[in-house]
């Protein structure tokens, strides 16, 4: 028999009360999983997406809006002629819920502007120039909107054929309504105006490159701000409201975690006093109950964190899968996020056995005699 | 035997003849209010057995707490083979490798076979897994529990209980047993089987042996029998001297 055996033994003894104590921990943890996957998956969509387009730079304004703040048009004709650009492609993006769909991103894009590129046909065709009342799907938009090839799509009050259903390589793209910048400027009122100039710069541009370029523009554009495409959104006001959201949200459900195990770990060692006495006087240190409890608490944790950290992998794909968030983004659950959560509940164990461990190391080894 | 350097602050006389001596032993508690122990004086002999009898609540459990390093006197001195058990640096290792307990209650883990439970204060000793698991097999055989290793407590007799807590107090070779009305929970039979394994191990092992009882049949068994009353010590002597049944 080994101590950890002797610690297991422990947990054992009340099973209906560990069993929801672990619970208690894993609920904690898999919110955790699932509303900073959830966070993660809207920068890593939004990444993938302009990398899918082929986009190194982005100038929008992201502001504290789900979509960035719309700006005049002409602006990038201030940022065309700047070195190492090779390409720009100005786009007005609108997150809008169409027909059942309560939320879909809506690209209007510049035509023949490279961020058409990315995008193969699966079936019918693009649009035939910027002025044809039509629009391509995404292959998930299509799904989610449960429309093909020659039906009809209404974007505000605007009636539209589905001429094309694309796959653009990346989930965002994928679950994205496009058509020509000139259409939703008419279809939205926003004529003249555009929220996204995606650039591409030539094949020489370091990094170092990127950074005064993206100065540039800051200095050109006040109104607007040049990101790399990398760390555009994860900039974004939205963004860091959304995570600050999740993490706040979840460490809460951590907390009443913590409250769980340590109310589970003060009741053991209230109910083993004597059991503790007695392994005191059979010549147990003081430190090896501390380090019994501590194990016990940290294997909660480690249980807790394992099974939440299951919860939440499926329980983000639940939410994603929710009409509020299908089409917005794909949660994105990396392997960090599970290690952290994992950590976490390991870590809130150790700290809730903290005080139950301190407790038993006070109780006199003369209690065994007592009863 | 160990050595004992590591329990004491300073070895003073590791040669004495006696297990235990006490001079003037106090115990009190709540301020003083109460009084357990009241400068009691006596001395154990090394591999003697000596019970100590009395009415309930008249210290003979405290003064086994003070021989188990337990609890610390109040004042007075209290000596294990010539060091003071005051200047313990290591308590639990004393208890741990000179003295065996065994309770009244047993005192089993209920969630540990016997085989387990008779593992346990083996923790504390630099023995392996294997060794710590063939010592327990070997001590449970010697009370006569070969068959019943791998029972929990709940499905042992009270006999048996006490047996594993038996082999569990030996389980590292201690000098000393300390025997808290050992018999106190058994039924007739059971106690008399169990009183001739513990004073067979006592003589086989040579133990120093302290067993508190109430039984008088039980004290009768003993080279010298400690009477208490009050916390006080009424006499100290051989039992075919002692007139009370």
Not at chain 1, 24 to 43: E, F, K, P, R, T
Not at chain 1, 321 to 332: E, M, S
Not at chain 2, 76 to 102: C, K, M, V
Request: a neutral charge.
């Amino acid at each position: 028999m080994t101590f950890f055996i002797v610690v297991v033994r422990g947990l054992m003894r009340r099973p209906i009360r560990t069993g929801l104590t672990l619970l208690g921990i894993s609920i904690g943890i898999a919110a955790v999983v699932a509303l900073v996957g959830l966070s993660q998956g809207l920068v890593e969509s939004w990444a993938r997406g302009m990398k899918a387009r082929g986009t190194d730079v982005v100038v929008s304004n992201m502001g504290s809006a789900l979509t960035p703040k719309p700006f005049s048009a002409p602006v990038r004709d201030r940022i065309a002629h700047l070195p190492h650009v090779a390409a720009t492609c100005a786009i007005l993006v609108d997150l809008t819920s169409i027909e059942t769909a309560q939320m879909m991103v809506v690209s209007g894009r510049e035509w023949n502007g490279f961020s058409w590129e990315n995008l193969k046909v699966v079936s019918g065709r693009m649009p035939r120039d910027a002025e044809e009342l039509a629009v391509v799907l995404g292959q998930a938009a299509a799904d989610m909107l449960k429309k093909k090839v020659g039906d009809r799509i209404q974007i505000e009050t605007t009636e539209l054929s589905v001429v094309g259903i694309v796959n653009g390589g990346a989930w965002v793209e994928n679950s994205s309504v496009i058509l020509s910048l000139s259409l939703l400027q008419n279809i939205t009122d926003n004529q003249g105006k555009i929220n996204i100039i995606d650039i591409r710069v030539t094949p020489d541009t370091s990094e170092k490159d990127v950074e005064t370029l993206c100065e540039q523009i800051n200095r050109l554009v006040p109104e607007a701000r040049a990101m790399s495409a990398s760390e555009n959104i994860s900039n974004s006001e939205v963004y860091r409201i959304l995570q600050a959201m999740s993490w706040g949200t979840s460490l809460l459900a951590v907390l009443v975690g913590v409250l769980g195990v340590m109310n589970t770990m003060l009741m053991t060692v209230f109910e083993r006093k004597q059991e503790i006495s007695v392994l005191l006087a059979l010549g147990w240190k003081r430190g090896r109950i501390i380090c019994m409890v501590l194990w016990e608490s940290a294997l909660l944790g480690l249980f807790g964190g394992v099974a939440g950290v299951a919860i939440g992998a499926v329980g983000v794909q639940v939410l994603g899968a929710t009409p509020a968030i299908r089409g917005l983004l794909k949660p994105y659950v990396s392997i960090e996020l599970l290690a952290i959560s994992v950590a976490i509940a390991v870590t809130v164990g150790l700290l809730s056995g903290l005080y139950p461990a301190w407790r038993s190391s006070r109780l006199p080894p003369s209690l065994a005699l007592q009863g | 035997m160990y050595g004992m350097n590591k329990f004491f602050a300073s070895t003073v006389d590791a040669a004495s003849e006696y297990s235990f001596e006490a001079k003037n032993l106090k115990k009190e508690f709540d301020d003083g209010q109460v009084q357990a122990l009241c400068g009691v004086d006596f001395r154990v002999g090394q591999g003697e057995f000596v019970a100590v009898v009395g009415p309930s609540g008249c210290g003979k459990t405290t003064l086994l707490q003070m021989l188990g390093a337990l609890d610390r006197p109040s004042s007075g001195t209290l000596h294990y083979r010539g060091n003071s058990i005051a200047d313990l640096a290591d308590p639990a290792a004393y208890r741990s490798q000179e003295i065996g307990f065994i309770f009244q209650a047993f005192h089993l883990l209920t969630t540990f076979t016997a085989l387990e439970n008779v593992q346990i204060p083996m923790f504390e000793t630099n023995r392996s897994a294997v060794e710590r698991k063939q010592r327990a097999i070997d001590l449970l055989k010697a009370v006569g529990l070969a068959k019943r290793l791998d029972h929990f407590p709940a499905t042992l007799s009270g006999g048996e209980r006490q047996r594993v807590a038996i082999a569990r107090s030996l389980a590292n070779n201690p000098a000393v047993l300390l025997a808290d009305e050992p018999t106190g929970n058994l039924d007739s039979e059971n106690a008399r089987r169990i009183l001739e394994l513990i004073i067979g191990l006592h003589r086989e092992r040579q133990l120093t042996l302290v067993l508190v009882t109430h039984d008088m049949a039980v004290a009768r068994r003993a080279a010298r029998v400690i009477r208490m009353k009050d916390g006080r010590i009424l006499s100290d002597r051989q039992p075919d001297l002692e007139g009370v049944a």
